[in-house]
């Protein structure tokens, strides 16, 4: 959470983009045969989710400001 508050918004929304097109990858995958390691299907989630909180954050702090 550290390093992703050091990120600019900007930054931010481009991992989160990058990280929800990986998901779709990894979803298809696993769709058609079953990954290897499916916990990188929860850590890819967990971690766009922790974009979109911080995200949502910002906006919460410019509207308070």
Known sequence: ????R???TK????K??????QL???KF????SPI??????????KLIARYLTELNA???EGKAN
């Open 1 to 4: 959470m550290q390093e992703l």
């Open 6 to 8: 050091g990120l600019s």
């Open 11 to 14: 930054e931010i929304l481009e």
């Open 16 to 21: 989160l983009k990058e990280e929800k097109q």
């Open 24 to 26: 779709t990858k990894l």
């Open 29 to 32: 995958n696993h769709a058609v």
């Open 36 to 45: 290897e390691t499916p916990h990188k299907l929860s850590a890819s989630r």
């Open 58 to 60: 910002r906006k919460n």
